[in-house]
């Protein structure tokens, strides 16, 4: 476990594969993680000024992973050309599944739209029953924005 921020560490914001990926290839965490994610992921740290939560609980939230970990936990995957692909940006781009200590996913959520612009987050996904927040780095012109009703 190695730190990538202030409040983060790699495994907080990385899968377990990834970082085995990233070990076995011998290449530093920067290749999989852009400065800019954690950047955003600190911001909401200082502005609540309190713990966030990466990659806590099974198969709910999540920090980056390798596509297979995507397809295996059976995360928006697609049949092309007869292969399975996982469209997840937890995959395919960044994407963080985050809780913030003692804050509504609500709140969260509004939060992280004010500082969408200047960090480049083009997805966010509210899910208020189990509370948490999805957001990811999408290249979109307009945010897509969701709630969770599962
Ligand atoms: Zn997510």
């Not at 790699?10 to 990233?22: Q, R």
């Not at 709910?60 to 399975?84: H, P, S, W």
């Amino acid at each position: 476990m190695s730190k990538v921020s202030k409040h983060f560490t790699d495994k907080e914001l990385m899968s377990p594969m990834l970082i085995k990926m990233a070990k076995e290839r011998n290449v530093p965490i920067s290749w999989y993680i852009l400065n800019i994610w954690i950047e955003a992921l600190e911001d909401v740290r200082i502005h609540f000024g309190k713990p966030v939560y990466v990659n806590k609980g099974i198969n709910l939230r999540r920090g980056i992973c390798t596509e297979q970990e995507c397809i295996d936990a059976k995360r928006k995957f697609v049949l092309a050309n007869g292969e399975i692909v996982s469209l997840s940006q937890h995959c395919r781009n960044g994407a963080f599944d985050i809780t913030v200590k003692g804050i509504s996913a609500f709140e969260v959520g509004l939060y992280i739209h004010t500082i969408a612009d200047k960090y480049g987050i083009g997805g966010l996904g509210i899910d208020s029953k189990r509370n948490f927040v999805h957001f990811d780095f999408r290249n979109s012109k307009e945010m897509v924005e969701w709630k969770y009703t599962a």
